[in-house]
Structures are given as C-alpha cells and as structure tokens.
C-alpha cells in the first residue's frame, strides 16, 4: 500500500507563485510499483481535472488551462513537484497527487491552492 501526502499549498495573489510537493511512502515493493505520477485538481462545483503528470520515463503532460505557467517534474520514484508560475483567480482548487500502482489511482487527501487579492 502506497500513501501520498501533499504540502505547499496556500493563498497567494495573482501573478504569484507556489511549489506543491508530493511524497510517496509504503513498502519499498509497493513503491517500487509506482508508475506515473500526476496532479489534479477540483474547485466548488466543478469536475476534477488534469493539471499535469509525468510518466515513469519522464514524459510529461498538461492540462491546456496550465501549459506554460507550471511545471511538474519528478526526482525519484517516490517524489514529484508542481511548480506553479503566473497564478490567476481559476487556478484556486483543491489540488490533489496521483500516483498509479500497479494499474489502479492512488490519491493524496489533497491541498488548498487560494489565488485571490
């Protein structure tokens, strides 16, 4: 069993910037069995969204609302980091860590990302 836990997030102003980072802690089998690892996050009445992942391999993704503010990169099997640039008011969610083990999601209990004036 893998466990995510997120930290980082806050209230900022627009144009500000925040770094979440997410750590993964179990066996060292269960980690071993972490393939890619993501963000998500979920506003007030809204579905959850892709924000950005990066595969085993490095290959990165973004959801099209991010590209070019953030920057997801991962520095271990357990560990990965969002780097969000140029915050806007839309950006302010609940922001979530994903990983895949062995073919099923598992989820941080999420951080709360506040851009507002």
């Known amino acids: 069993q893998v466990l995510l836990v997120e930290s980082g997030g806050g209230q900022v102003q627009p144009g500000e910037s925040l770094r979440l980072s997410c750590a993964a802690s179990g066996t060292r089998s269960a980690i071993n069995g972490i393939s890619g690892m993501g963000w998500y996050r979920q506003a007030p009445g809204k579905e959850r969204e892709l924000v950005a992942a990066?595969?085993?391999?490095?290959?990165t993704n973004y959801g099209d609302s991010v590209k070019g503010r953030f920057t997801i990169s991962r520095d271990n099997i357990r560990t990965t980091y969002l780097q969000m640039n140029s915050l806007i008011p839309e950006d302010t969610a609940a922001y979530y860590c994903?990983?895949?083990?062995?073919?099923?999601?598992?989820w941080g209990q999420g951080t709360q990302v506040t851009v507002s004036s």
């Open positions: 990066v595969s085993s391999g490095g290959t």
């Open positions: 994903h990983a895949s083990l062995w073919g099923s999601n598992v």
